[in-house]
C-alpha cells in the first residue's frame, strides 16, 4: 500500500535556512545540507527546499546547495522558487533535484508546464498554487508569494495543471500559513475531488492531529515547516500519530547493512 | 590485487543520471568496494564496464529514442549482457527492458523481459502513483538480500509492466493490485521504483547488485 508522505520544507534564502532549530549536534544550523541530513535520518519521506534568495544575483546558490543534499541524502528532494524556464528547470535536476516546483510562472505562461512536462517528464514538475478563500467560499489564485492576486479560481487551475501536464501539486492556504490552526480541509477536498493528481497539503499546521486531518481530506503528501524547525515535534511523532489513526505509514528504515561479499 | 569495479551509468538524454551515478557511488563506498562510475554514452565505456545502470525518467518513447539515437550504443548494450554483464535498469531504464512499451504510440523495448508497458489500472487511486509503497518479495534474489522488515520502495510512474512471465517477477508492490516493481532474467534485472531515492534500501539493492555474480544469463539475450 501507498504511504502518506511527510515532507519538510526548509525556506532557503542566500543558501542558508532562514528559520531552523539550532540542534546541538549541528555543526552549522544554517547549512541546509545538515538540517536535511537530520531529517532524512528522522524518516522524513522526502524533502521540500523553497528558495527565497530575493535577488536574482544569488539564485546560484541553490544550485550548490542541491548539488551538496543530493551527494549525501538519498530522499527525493523537490526545489521551488524563481522557476520561470525550462532551463531553471534543467539546471535544478542537473544539480540533483528530483522534482520542481513552479508557481508564479506557470501563473504567467502556463504552456510552462507542458513544455517542462514534455522536456523533463510529468514526474519532476509540481505547481505549487496558493490559494485564498474568497467573500463567496470559493478559493483564488495568489502569485508572488501569496501578495498578488490573479483572479484565477483555484479549483478551476488546478485541473488546468493536471491537463497540462503536471505530475504532483503543492496546494498552500495562504489563510492558514502561519497560522497553526490546521490544514484548509474544504480547500483540500476540493482539489483532491476535482483532479487525480497526487496533492501535498501546505499551510497551517500547528499540531499532531492536523496531519491526519490533512490526509483524510485526500491529501497524500503532507508539508510542514516550523513545527519541524523550531522542534515542537518529529517526524516519527507525525508518523506515530497518523499510524494511530490506522493511516498508511512508511516506518523509519534501518541502516545500511550491506557488507562486501567473500 | 583488487581492481576497480567500472560502472557505466548510460547517458542518453533521459534523466536523472547524476542521481544514479552518486547512488552507486555511495553504495560501493558504503559496502567496501573499489569502483569507479562513470556517466557515459560511449559504446567502448558500456562494453568494457563490470555493471551496467540504465536510468530513466520521461516517457518511454522519448527515452527509447535517446538510446537509439547515440551512435552504437544500443548494440554496446547488447553486446555486453550478452557476454554476461549484470544490468540494472530503473524506472523507465527497467520499462525499457520490456518487448514494448504503449506510452506515446507502440514503441519496441530490449525484449529481455516478456510484457508490455501500459497505463497502470487503479481507477480509485491518484495518478501518478508517487511515494514509497512496500516490497513484496514473490521470491528470495541475491539483489533483494539485507533489506530487512518491511522494504519499502519510492516509486513515481504511471505506466507499469504488464503480462509478464511470473518466474521473472522478484518483488511486486501493490497499487490496485499487484505491480512489478523488480524484474530479473539471469543478468539483467530492472526496479520500477528507483533505487537513487530510496535511501537505505535502494542503496542496499544497489550495494547487492554491485556485489552480484549472476548464476545464469538472461535466456532472451542469447
Redesign the interface.
Given at each position: 500500500?501507498?504511504?502518506?508522505?511527510v515532507i519538510p520544507c526548509l525556506d532557503v534564502k542566500n543558501g542558508r535556512v532562514v528559520k531552523g532549530v539550532n540542534f546541538v549536534e549541528l555543526r552549522d544550523a544554517g547549512d541546509p545540507v545538515e538540517q536535511a541530513a537530520l531529517y532524512?535520518a528522522a524518516g522524513a519521506?522526502?524533502l521540500t527546499f523553497l528558495d527565497i534568495t530575493a535577488s536574482h544575483e544569488n539564485r546560484d546558490t541553490i544550485l550548490d546547495v542541491v548539488s551538496r543534499t543530493?551527494?549525501r541524502i538519498?530522499?527525493?528532494l523537490t526545489v521551488g522558487g524563481g522557476v520561470r524556464t525550462t532551463d531553471d528547470v534543467r539546471r535544478l535536476?542537473?544539480?540533483?533535484a528530483?522534482k520542481c516546483a513552479m508557481n508564479s510562472a506557470a501563473v504567467s505562461r502556463p504552456e510552462l508546464i507542458n513544455e517542462a512536462a514534455q522536456k523533463?517528464?510529468?514526474?519532476?514538475v509540481v505547481v505549487g498554487v496558493d490559494a485564498r478563500q474568497t467573500s463567496n467560499g470559493a478559493w483564488e489564485v495568489y502569485t508572488h508569494g501569496g501578495r498578488t492576486p490573479t483572479g484565477r479560481d483555484v479549483i478551476d487551475w488546478c485541473r488546468e495543471v493536471a491537463e497540462r501536464g503536471a505530475?504532483?501539486i503543492l496546494l498552500t492556504s495562504m489563510d492558514r500559513d502561519g497560522t497553526r490552526s490546521g490544514f484548509d480541509l474544504s480547500l483540500l477536498k476540493a482539489a483532491t475531488q476535482a483532479v487525480?493528481?497526487?496533492?501535498v497539503a501546505s499551510g497551517g499546521v500547528g499540531e499532531l492531529k492536523h496531519f491526519v486531518e490533512g490526509a483524510e481530506a485526500g491529501a497524500?503528501?503532507l508539508l510542514a515547516a516550523s513545527v519541524f524547525h523550531f522542534g515542537q515535534f518529529t517526524v516519527s511523532q507525525v508518523k506515530a500519530t497518523l499510524a494511530e489513526a490506522g493511516l498508511p505509514v512508511?516506518?523509519t528504515?534501518?541502516?545500511?547493512?550491506?557488507?562486501?561479499?567473500p | 590485487m583488487t581492481r576497480s569495479l567500472s560502472i557505466a551509468v548510460i547517458d542518453y538524454d533521459g534523466?536523472?543520471l547524476?542521481?544514479a551515478a552518486?547512488?552507486a557511488a555511495?553504495?560501493a563506498e558504503?559496502?567496501?568496494?573499489a569502483a569507479s562510475v562513470r556517466i557515459t554514452s560511449s559504446p567502448t565505456d558500456v562494453r568494457e564496464a563490470d555493471r551496467i545502470i540504465l536510468p530513466g525518467?520521461?516517457?518511454f518513447a522519448d527515452c527509447a529514442r535517446g538510446l537509439e539515437s547515440a551512435p552504437g550504443l544500443k548494440d554496446a548494450i547488447l553486446t555486453a549482457t550478452r557476454a554476461g554483464t549484470p544490468f540494472l535498469g530503473i524506472c523507465v531504464g527497467m520499462q525499457l527492458m520490456a518487448e514494448r512499451g504503449l506510452e506515446h504510440g507502440c514503441t519496441e523495448g530490449f525484449g529481455w523481459i516478456k510484457g508490455e508497458i501500459a497505463p497502470m489500472d487503479a481507477p480509485s487511486?491518484?495518478?501518478?502513483?508517487?511515494?514509497?509503497?512496500?516490497l513484496n518479495f514473490t521470491r528470495p534474489h541475491p539483489l533483494t538480500e539485507?533489506l530487512?522488515?518491511?522494504?519499502?520502495g519510492?516509486?513515481?510512474?504511471?505506466y507499469a509492466l504488464r503480462h509478464t512471465r511470473p518466474e521473472t517477477l522478484v518483488a511486486t508492490t501493490?497499487?490496485g493490485g499487484p505491480v512489478p516493481a523488480l524484474v530479473c532474467n539471469g543478468n539483467v534485472a530492472g526496479t520500477q521504483f528507483?533505487v537513487?531515492?530510496?535511501?537505505?534500501?535502494?542503496?542496499?539493492i544497489l550495494?547487492?547488485f554491485l556485489?552480484w555474480t549472476p548464476e545464469t544469463l538472461c535466456d532472451v539475450c542469447l
Open positions: 500500500m501507498l504511504k502518506l508522505r532524512d519521506d522526502e543530493a551527494e538519498f530522499l527525493p535536476l542537473l544539480a540533483g528530483d523533463f517528464g510529468s514526474q519532476c505530475g504532483e487525480r493528481l497526487p496533492i497524500t503528501g512508511r516506518p528504515p534501518s541502516f545500511f547493512q550491506a557488507k562486501p561479499r | 534523466g536523472n547524476a542521481s552518486r547512488a555511495r553504495a558504503l559496502s567496501g568496494l525518467q520521461g516517457a487511486l491518484r495518478m501518478p502513483q508517487m511515494g514509497w509503497n512496500e539485507g530487512g522488515a518491511a522494504p519499502h519510492y516509486f513515481v510512474h504511471s501493490d497499487y528507483h537513487e531515492k530510496s535511501q537505505t534500501v535502494g542503496l542496499q550495494a547487492n556485489n
